[in-house]
């Protein structure tokens, strides 16, 4: 049997809790101690830290929490489609802006959008929403975090290949009840 799209598991424009993995491939290590090559890899946690908090500044999405295994990763997600529909458009769009930037400073850090930035998207009314439903989609939180990620080890190893195993693994949690027997399991 096929699996379902999470498109219909995952709806954007509804709340949803859910425990999110992704694991790695070829051996890479995200922390902790390379037992074949000998190197110690902890230097990436802030790395990936960081982009964690500037997800969760600019996506409509709340992380609950979080662990960094040495070859995979788990993140307990909440959509907040609720919460972007309150944001005025050009909240949506320097949000975006911040995810995508079409500018970057000397340290790779996006920077604020200028007026006409914001007018790109602000004044095509189509383009507008489709950046408002992906604010709070769980997808392209996922696509963002997993790119950016995967750049740093493939730059310190000078390789060209994937870094993720295959898609992430989503599960949704249907109740607060869950939560801590998720937890209790890890």
């Given at each position: 049997m096929a699996r379902m799209a999470r498109a219909e598991v995952f709806a954007p424009d509804e709340v949803a809790v859910?425990?999110?993995?992704?694991?790695?491939?070829?051996?890479?290590?995200?922390?902790?101690?390379?037992?074949?090559?000998?190197?110690?890899?902890?230097h990436?946690?802030?790395?990936?830290?960081?982009?964690?908090?500037?997800?969760?500044?600019?996506?409509?999405?709340?992380?609950?929490?979080?662990?960094?295994?040495?070859?995979?990763?788990?993140?307990?997600?909440?959509?907040?489609?609720?919460?972007?529909?309150?944001?005025?458009?050009?909240?949506?769009?320097?949000?975006?802006?911040?995810?995508?930037?079409?500018?970057?400073?000397?340290?790779?850090?996006?920077?604020?959008p200028?007026?006409?930035?914001?007018?790109?998207i602000r004044n095509d009314r189509r383009k507008l929403e489709t950046v408002r439903l992906r604010l709070s989609d769980l997808g392209g939180w996922m696509r963002v975090l997993c790119q950016d990620i995967a750049v740093r080890p493939n730059r310190e190893d000078e390789e060209l290949d994937k870094v993720?195993?295959?898609?992430?693994?989503?599960?949704l949690l249907l109740d607060e009840a869950a939560l801590p027997k998720l937890i209790q399991n890890q």
């Open positions: 859910v425990h999110v993995m992704n694991r790695v491939v070829r051996r890479c290590y995200l922390l902790g101690n390379d037992p074949v090559s000998g190197k110690n890899y902890d990436r946690k802030v790395m990936i830290e960081l982009q964690l908090q500037r997800l969760a500044g600019a996506f409509g999405i709340d992380l609950l929490g979080f662990a960094i295994m040495s070859n995979h990763f788990h993140l307990i997600l909440r959509s907040r489609p609720d919460v972007v529909s309150t944001w005025d458009d050009t909240e949506v769009v320097r949000r975006w802006l911040l995810i995508c930037p079409v500018w970057k400073n000397s340290a790779g850090d996006p920077e604020e200028n007026e006409v930035e914001l007018n790109s993720w195993q295959s898609r992430f693994r989503a599960v």
